[in-house]
């Protein structure tokens, strides 16, 4: 006799792809899913009651480097919109996750889910919503000048620019040609794991301090999904020196907002999110 | 064998409770706690895997009838805000929801919940939450001039003044001496259950379509936990007429809530809700 | 022959009292009127024209310190609701003036007091006030870390976000257990008046050095009513450095927007302090 | 043996005056200054401790009819400068109440009356500072198309922008040629005053209503001086339909504020009114 | 000997083509680019004294029907990308002027044409730009409900929210299967140059007057490009009643901003537009 | 045989001129109008296709010195109205461009151009729209504490707030009695073009770096125009520390602002700058 169906049935979109033989991986691009999505250990107990999928998102047309400029989110984000289409003509999820810090199609994914009762939730949006559960304002903890700014077009779009205390630059910018990639990611964290002094963990308590000193964030928000790694040594670190601060990275949040809309029964608002030649529509929007 | 502890263990507190032989109640204050939990049947669901105890508030100390002013929301405040310590002191919960629309006593509340690590979450603060999640402006359907503007000053509060489209007032005020209530809530809702006509219901949908076609709403929040019950009716109604626009009641919104932060393991931050003599303080802090 | 009533009428009302022998005064809470009221001296000018009484407040029932978290406000706030209603009721004054620095009870006040035509102002609200009749922003200098968001608080609920530049904390908290006062307010009072260096004056120049500096505030206002003392101090120090700058501490401003109300005729507009059951109501709110 | 001098004593100084034989005068412009101050009765108790005195303000250059355009206003504006440079160069004031309700001159005055130790008060800033004492939003009743636009000029330069929720035309603009004046507003007065029909108070309680129900006002601010008149008329009607709403003329409330101003011995911040070559100036504003 | 070459060297691209023979084409894709650029008459003259070339835009991968949804749009905009590109390392234009009323791709252009020194203007963004030059707030005449939808993000995104009083929805949707398109555009504008009664016109025109007079609209901005051909009977209808209101249409201000830039010899600022690994970056942004 | 007339036929009107022999000139008041424009070399290029002539402004009637303080402002404010208001009666011209840093009477002479069907442009407000067509947010880069001030004015009143990341004060004021002008702003000019150091450009350098890396400005407008020579010096300097940033001036962004105008054949909105007794108008404003 089979177990009942999960509740939840997740799928989960990596941001992109890039092609075999790379050598820009900052992550792993096949193999099992748990191996495939960063942080696993961390995650795992989130995802015990879900029965979830990996895709591993479209691969980038653009070269072979993760995706950090305007221009790349914005190929990525109109790649994933046919991963993200394909999964709600499927059904076999009831809430699609949307993984990687810039939340490339996050808006349009949106669009798409909702008309087919298909909540759909990304990292930094979700980020943000929890972030403002917590306190007032967030600072964002990022990791390059580029990526910043997506970070930056992101708080603005979902309307969160009197929320946001400021975003930080660590300056650890993602692989990428010519540039030789002096201080990978994964080398970083596993100096953290190991109890070794890690520069970037270094250089976001940095910023992380001076986000609530000096630019009032009372709330910490890993930007670019890279830096997720940090989370529990960044929360701890603060609190070793007495700032109780939560750090927020998005897999987790954006995964328990699914799960939240889910068990309300909603995806989005049908009047924001309008179907074309609605039943009923409105004569005026304000901004 | 003792089945494992639930994950989720809550007390769900209610606002206040009124004396027995009251003329003016609105709701049950003794009895099963299912019974107590108003619109139990449509919240069940969602409390299947939680734990949780109903505590019935505070007596109400300035007369027999339901709060509604700004002078009866302070007294029951801080008459919850004992029940808050007593229930965190004595440790048997990993989350408090505050019931009621108006949110009496909430950051008060959180404040000391966050001392012993304890999420705590509130109708409306919660809706409010949710809402901004499936559209960028929520209009509040609430049943009275005074406790209209109780909601304002939740909405200004919370600093929701940008994402809220209106109040609408649908003149349903609770019951109060010297006034004769001769449109009493429950009576409203057995009529919308039995599929005749309330007025109650008739006026909210009149305001909730007014919120959308004139204010802006993209989704509805209910105000007065007095109007919960309404949630589905109104939905199906608005859908019925081609809006597909959420509407959201309290209960579900605050439960859903308070797991979503147990799952993360948060409650709210130490900068927002600093001890007294903390180890850190901040120099500057800007609004 | 008796002399004609004084136009000004007016109840001055403490925000608390504590017990007797609590270690943790740091002002009289027993004695003539002039001797209750902090830095009589500088206020009684102000008064000349005035009848005016002093209650003591309601007695702290949370422990025999003074009110210094968002907890202790909430109920000493609904605490003095009860004096402010029997002072309404009894009809002997026609303005209300609610000492303290944290304002608690500030709006409920207002909306018992308009509807027995009483005029009823507090501190911080009156000192925002008078601020921003004097330049764009100001910015508070405050306290402690607890008391900081207090104020933030009141600046959010009163609508200066964006008038306000920052909250300063010059980290003299308030006495309270187990922690030794090792700095009391009337010690640095007592120094900064026969000429020596009093270290929260000192502190407090240099907050507010740093608030019109680097903050942009344009006017001072002193938060908690323990720092009041510091108000003539504070502005003939900055102007020595060449600093033109008002500093606003709180009785003051509280009595003369009372006396502008009196004279005015005016408490409150019945829209934003409805009655229950209003003759006339609003359909719609806006924030 | 001479009487002691007054506390207060003011200079209010008219906007402008127009030339002898004009025939677009809508005030007396000649006399004892009782006869040259409109609404003199409903204003003098106010002004029973003031040693008082009436600059006429300065001819207007432009023609012969009133100030309504921005062109206008700014002409008077320079004109009135040098009346306020003359009387505070004078020293026979503690306070100029700049009377008129489009404020010419108002912020360039503050500036000046700065340096003298004046303190300076307009109309419509003093209104609007004394209706956000009364509610969260006000909405200002004007006469004319012209008008109405310098009015909203004076509430973004102001910084009520947020505060403001609607100006509302009626209709009634100043004579000015080639127009001839139908509708003259002392006929409309004295109609009011004989308890007949007038227009023009018609015209404003429907537009008080409106700006009630549909633009969320909690105050209400007569816009130009030539409305003042209906001070009274208009909360009086308004109350008698139920709606217990404050209106605000800017005489009482520009005397008022001074009266504040001088009590307690402030003028304006030195920090946002500079003098040239100041002893301490700032590095960064911000806006 | 060839006449010197005209400073403006301009690449107008439109945001899509549609393949031969779909049954939706709402405008010409092929032949001459006079025929091919909506409205060639109205906009001539300010062609004069540019060298430009027409790029017919990517074809679109999705159907055989017009961008109006946001899918659509974020699917056009990555294609439409690579024709930027291409053109700015081509290097024959200095400014790219990137058509259609929905600006899809017009950030991530504008990244990519700061480093090729390419000037990018859209025409929404640029319609804004101008209309803030004539009024306090523009109100967008726009075709359907999920174009409006588009035109609100874009007005979030390039934060003009405070600066537009609404977005009104004429109802006149671009074809679209399966709906049969029974009120073409080019028919609703060949009727309204004859003389005859235009649906879309009458429309509009009711949408423009209720923005004005409703919502505040100081200025008209028309949405949707296929709405373009209204600019100048809308704005003579409106006149014809009375109100002297600036209609802006998309190309002309697109094409004069872009004039503007290169004659200032800007593109974007490169702190807002970073390079990868740009020589100098900032630690903190705010937003 | 003539030659046609050019497009562009504009007046640049001077801020103000001083007496003859005064010794406070910082730039000529007569002789050509290329020498009596200051940086004509730079500005050359931008005028080659402009008719244009150049008034010397208003005398100033409040001494021998530049305008700086509010009240100077005023003054030549009103007094260059009517140099506005001649030049659109005699109906030379298409365009007025009001030059000088402060924009005196910039609101007012838009209201008198609209009713000639002549565009005014103005420097501080035409640099604020092209900055904002360039970046999210700009910094003004001024020379006083009470020009400073003046801009801010400008900047609230401009409806720009959440725009301007700062004014930063490089403390170079005007020349003013009694004040001996140690640092004439032509000699800083002199030594800089000369490769020397001036003490006033590298004070804009330091300013303009902390703007960028503290304030969060990503373009940069000098405030008085007597720090327009700086612009490309400026520009230069930071470009070669690294920040690609760019730096306006006034006089060309108001040159370019007026082409633009003349090419759409706009002014201003006749809503927004309505005339006396309109044929239409607004029963309600929103501001």
């Known amino acids: 006799m089979s177990a009942p169906a999960k509740k939840y049935r997740f799928l989960l979109i990596q941001a992109f792809h890039l092609p075999p033989n790379t050598p820009h991986a900052h992550r792993s691009f096949d193999g099992p899913k748990e191996q495939c999505l960063m942080n696993y250990e961390e995650n795992k107990t989130l995802l015990a009651d879900v029965e979830w999928d990996l895709n591993k998102g479209p691969l980038v047309t653009y ?172 929360e701890r670190r603060l609190a070793q020196i007495g700032w109780d601060v939560p750090v927020l990275e998005g897999y987790r949040c954006a995964i328990e907002q699914a799960k939240l809309m889910v068990d309300l029964g909603l995806t989005a608002s049908g009047v924001a999110f309008p179907v074309d030649h609605p039943r009923k529509w409105r004569r005026r929007k304000t901004v």
Chains 1, 2, 3, 4, 5, 6 share one sequence.
């Open 63 to 234: 070269g072979d480097w993760p995706v950090e400029t305007r221009e790349e989110f914005c190929l990525v984000a109109a790649a994933r919109l046919r991963v993200v289409r394909e999964a709600c003509e499927a059904g076999r999820h009831n809430a699609i996750v949307l993984l990687g810090g810039g939340d490339p199609g996050h808006v349009e994914s949106r669009e798409i889910g909702r008309r087919f009762g298909v909540a759909v939730t990304s990292c930094a949006n979700a980020q943000m919503h929890v972030a403002t559960m917590l306190g007032d304002r967030f600072s964002i903890i990022d990791i390059s000048e580029t990526h910043n700014m997506r970070m930056r077009d992101l708080v603005v779009q979902y309307r969160y620019s009197d929320r946001c205390a400021s975003i930080r630059n660590i300056d650890f910018p993602l692989p990428r040609p010519p540039f030789t990639d002096t201080r990978p990611i994964d080398v970083e964290k596993a100096r953290a794991e190991r109890g070794e002094t890690s520069d970037m963990l270094e250089a976001a308590l940095a910023a992380a301090i001076a986000a609530i000193e000096d630019d009032g964030a009372e709330v910490l928000v890993l930007g670019c999904s890279a830096a997720y790694w940090m989370q529990s040594h960044l």
